[in-house]
């Protein structure tokens, strides 16, 4: 997931305007976002004043001037080319992105050494981080294909783990045909292991 944050402010005497328009956001408008990748929008307004703050989740780490921005396909769609043109020219006149400084879900993680993934293409080797040893070192442990979790190396993806709470080849058969009750198939065996 990305995350982006921006900052404007919204021109004198034309807050209630804008809230009204985002308040009745075009269908066209929304379809054209979730089109180019974002998940989530919210704006934000501190009490009192004209500057609004937009924070913006993707699907991925998509570059939002490509996906959104003059020339991209989202403006492609006339009603989408015309919000943008007017909220910048009646509104605000463009946002300005943020620099994110901390985030709970990174910095925290790693105070407390927790397990962590790293993301591939960031600056940080993608190894996910794992206790090596009961004295708490943590050594790196090779990611999964495609930066993906859940993934076996040996089985390229293909889910062949006989405890997995999940259906399909491999997983978790019915104890007796037509009984509806659930038993685990060990691996190599046909023993059923009985629970409760």
Known sequence: MGRSCFITNVLPGKMDEYRSYHDNIWPEVVAGLRAAGVTQLTIFNPAGSSTIVMYMTTAGDIDLGKATGPGSRYRLDPRCKQWEELMDASYHGGWTQMNEIHSSDSEWNRSLKLPM?????????????????????????????????????????????????????????PKSPGSGRRGIQPPGGSSQIHFG
């Open 117 to 173: 993934l790293e993301t591939v293409g960031k600056s940080r080797p993608a190894v996910a981080t794992s206790p090596s040893a009961p004295g708490g070192d943590v050594g790196p442990t090779p990611t999964s294909p495609g930066g993906r979790i859940n993934v076996s190396h040996a089985s390229e993806g293909v889910m062949k783990n006989q405890l997995a709470r999940y259906e399909g080849d491999g997983n978790a058969r």
